[in-house]
């Protein structure tokens, strides 16, 4: 019996289904990351932190799933990208008076 290749899904499902993934894994790392957060800083910083960490994390899943990105460049990207993120949100936060 001859090996055949499995079956691939179409590009732009692969797509959806790893972009449904990431963002997932984003929002739920927010939520909990939110709720651990919540006990030792305000409300307003621990939320900034959350939606930064989240949006972080969502890239690098996508890093991971996508592109194959090793660990090691998907936590330093993670390492680098959550810090700029949080700095910009409180940036928009200050131009905006909110």
């Given at each position: 019996?001859?090996?055949?290749?499995?079956?691939?899904w179409?590009?732009?499902?692969?797509?959806?289904?790893?972009?449904?993934?990431?963002?997932?894994?984003?929002?739920?790392?927010?939520?909990?990351?939110?709720?651990?957060?919540?006990?030792?800083?305000?409300?307003?910083?621990?939320?900034?932190?959350?939606?930064?960490?989240?949006?972080?994390?969502?890239?690098?899943?996508?890093?991971?799933?996508?592109?194959?990105?090793?660990?090691?460049?998907?936590?330093?990207?993670?390492?680098?990208?959550?810090?700029?993120?949080?700095?910009?949100?409180?940036?928009?936060?200050?131009i905006?008076?909110?």
């Open positions: 019996m001859a090996l055949t290749a499995p079956h691939e179409p590009y732009s499902m692969r797509d959806a289904i790893i972009l449904i993934c990431s963002v997932t894994l984003g929002g739920v790392t927010a939520a909990l990351l939110q709720m651990q957060l919540a006990h030792t800083l305000s409300p307003a910083i621990a939320r900034d932190m959350a939606v930064a960490a989240g949006t972080a994390i969502t890239g690098a899943a996508h890093a991971r799933l996508s592109h194959g990105h090793n660990w090691i460049s998907v936590v330093a990207g993670f390492a680098v990208s959550a810090p700029i993120v949080y700095c910009v949100m409180r940036g928009i936060h200050a905006l008076g909110s």
